[in-house]
């Protein structure tokens, strides 16, 4: 295939974003705004790490005027801070029946229950209290966040009273027999000891490295809508402007047809990645994105973001099988496309999907590229772990594109009997 | 003998509609060839097939001695379709670089062609205009400049004087006999008369898919054609009556909208009688002349239509 006839393809689609404003939008400006919300919406500047604020409602039944009672540990719930950000906004209630609406309604993350006699029974030894918790769900992830940092706080007071407790027998015990008797009791009290602690990588610590991965995700989601609707109407837009029956009679084959086209269209979509990343990695977005091109495993994520445009516009072509007009075409495109970027893992973190819907993540290759891009940029893990995966992703592009290719022909074929 | 185009026994169907139907032709270098018809005659489909971007039903085509689905053969051939090819996000110039590119046309020989076609037909003023900005004539004349820019062996030209005015439609028509002269073979599809006689070329009649005749305009006429034609306009009230009461006295009468086509091998004597007749049936009659005939009569005594229906 002549360079010549490629340059002109390329030449001639980047004008067509250059002049068709509508294109650019989708391309640019669309991406553009999500990197924004990205950084000032989705990942605030006063990330520093992922930080949650529940409401919390309170019934305290404790009448005790222990100098430790119901009314000191709301006090102690209201001031536990972290990284300097209160976690709890408490709210008290007379009735549980009150507090209960309101975590129907999502107004309250949890309730917790201060039961009678509270201040008495922590301090009494020999008996033990019971908090009850019931915790709401304002949406499906904050259920399970509530209910761990609620655990955590109840646990670790728990664990305070217990070691308070224990100081308070060995006060009666002889001094010769305290040191024993402080282990016996430590761990009849705590028969299992906890400790919390977070070990998180490195790209979730700052938010720079944050937006850096969403930064990825952008460019995924890009690619799936643009690819998949600039794939779609390939040779149905050739059609419907006239132009496809000039072409087939020119001295270009069906493959350079195709192969010329796909590559412009390829082309506008890795100039905006480009663009995206430059943008992304400025100072108004601050995105920390890794990238050396002299270190072959960046080199090999680059390819990987490639194939993730190509693969995309081939699943465009297999879509132009169903739609059959232009717009029905575009408009699939988009849908599917921005669809599937939302549910692969692309865009939201695939923990945060349905268990049936991980398996779309699974067996849907530009995922599979846009998640180890970024795997690469973030963990940039050793060589021999990515061979599986480079094996995969290149096999993979290399199907659908021979897909690709067979239903263009065809299309092209079709075009030439009817 | 050296055919370029050789067609024989080419027949397509869409969808069981016959759109060509057993045609056969064969053209030689150098020729224009003409296809007049009216709409939906399938000169379409002919061309289509001719420049390898359809395929036929049936039959046997070949165009340089091969199939002309062969891409082998297209750096030969530049077509023009009756549709756009222009990309409307491009400037005209674009465009033209953009199609010379696929033919693999050097910088400077597009350069000095294109100045040449700009300044023949007189449009520089559209070299740098978007396509979406352009009339449908303007359109056409970049289409042609591109169609012959590269300098084809055999150009294809589906009715290419659409949206033109009559003096860009004889730049072309002379572009054409030149480009024949210098040994280019032309197929053009019209189905305006003046434009198949003018281009003095072969003319194949066509209708309903089938090549009806064939040979030399002069040819045509001598064999298919009165003498004379006696042409009455008359008012589309009276249309009907009038093509009635003349029928009472000549076979060939044919109605092309607000006008009538009397075939006449004697006008002198014809002509005073039919006026008469038509005012005692009290038919207003608006102009009378005698014309000598034309490839519409030909069509006309061939097919009972008119080419503009």
Known sequence: MKLKTIIAFIKCEIKRYYREKILLFWLLIWPLIWILMTAYVFVPPTTTNQFINLNIGVINYDKSNTPFNGTTFIKILREIEYNGTRIFSISEYKTVEEAVQNLK???????????????????????????????GAK??????????????????????????????????IPEEYRYWS???????????????????????????????????????????????????????????????????????????????RMISLMIPMLISTIILILISISPIIGAHITFNPTNPIHILSAIFIVCGALM??????????????????????????????FTTGIWFPIEWMPQPIRILAKIFPPAWSIEISRRIIVFEPPYETLLIDTIKIITSTIILLTIAITIYKKTIQKQMEI | MDYIVLLDKVSKYYNGFKALDDVSLSIKRGEIYVVLG???????????????????????????????????????????????????????????????????????????????????????????KLASKLSTGQSK????????????????????????DPNMRRKILDLIRKLSIENATVMFATHIVNEAEELMGRV????????????????????????????????????????TILKHYCNDVFTINDELRIHSNDPDMDMPKYILKLSESGVKISSVKIDNPTLEDVFLKLTGRGLRE
């Open chain 2, 141 to 164: 004349l970049i289409s042609i400049i591109i169609t012959l820019i590269v300098k084809p062996e055999l150009i294809i030209l589906d009715e290419p004087t659409t949206g033109l």
């Open chain 2, 38 to 128: 009216p709409n939906g005659a399938g000169k379409t489909t002919l061309f289509n097939i001719i420049a390898g971007v359809l395929k036929p039903s049936s039959g046997f085509v070949k165009v340089f001695g091969v199939d002309p689905s062969d891409p082998k053969i297209h750096h030969k051939i530049s077509y023009l379709p009756s549709t756009s090819i222009l990309y409307p996000w491009l400037t005209s110039m674009e465009n033209i670089e953009y199609y010379a590119s696929i033919y693999g046309l050097e910088k400077d020989v597009l350069k000095e062609r294109s100045s040449e076609l700009f300044d023949y037909f007189g449009i520089n003023d559209l070299k740098f």
């Open chain 1, 105 to 135: 309604r999502g107004i309250l993350d949890a309730l917790i229950i201060i039961p009678e006699d509270f201040g008495f029974e922590i301090f009494n030894v020999i008996s033990s209290v019971e908090i009850k918790v019931y915790v």
């Open chain 2, 204 to 243: 194949a009649i066509m209708d309903r898919g089938k090549i009806i005749v064939e040979g030399g305009v002069e040819e045509l006429k001598k064999s298919y054609a009165p003498p004379s034609v006696i042409t009455i306009k008359t008012f589309e009230e009276y249309i009907d009556k009038a093509s």
């Open chain 1, 312 to 341: 995309s516009i081939s699943i465009g072509a297999i879509i132009s099988m169903i739609a059959k007009t232009r717009e029905g075409a575009s408009s699939m495109g988009v849908i599917l496309g921005l669809l599937l970027s």
């Open chain 1, 182 to 260: 402080k282990i016996v009791l430590k761990n009849l009290v705590n028969p299992v000891n906890m400790s919390i602690g977070y070990i998180l990588p490195e790209v979730f610590q700052e938010r720079s490295r944050i937006i850096g991965w969403y930064t990825i995700g952008a460019i995924g989601m890009l690619f799936l809508y643009t690819g998949f609707s600039s794939g779609s109407t390939m040779i149905i837009s050739e059609k419907e402007r006239g132009t496809l029956k000039k072409l087939l009679s020119t001295p270009l084959t069906a493959s350079e047809f195709i192969i010329g």
């Open chain 1, 139 to 172: 949406t499906p992830q904050t259920k399970q966040i509530t209910e761990t940092i609620i655990t955590s706080v109840i646990r670790g007071f728990s664990e305070e009273i217990s070691s308070e407790r224990v100081k308070y027998i060995l006060s009666y």
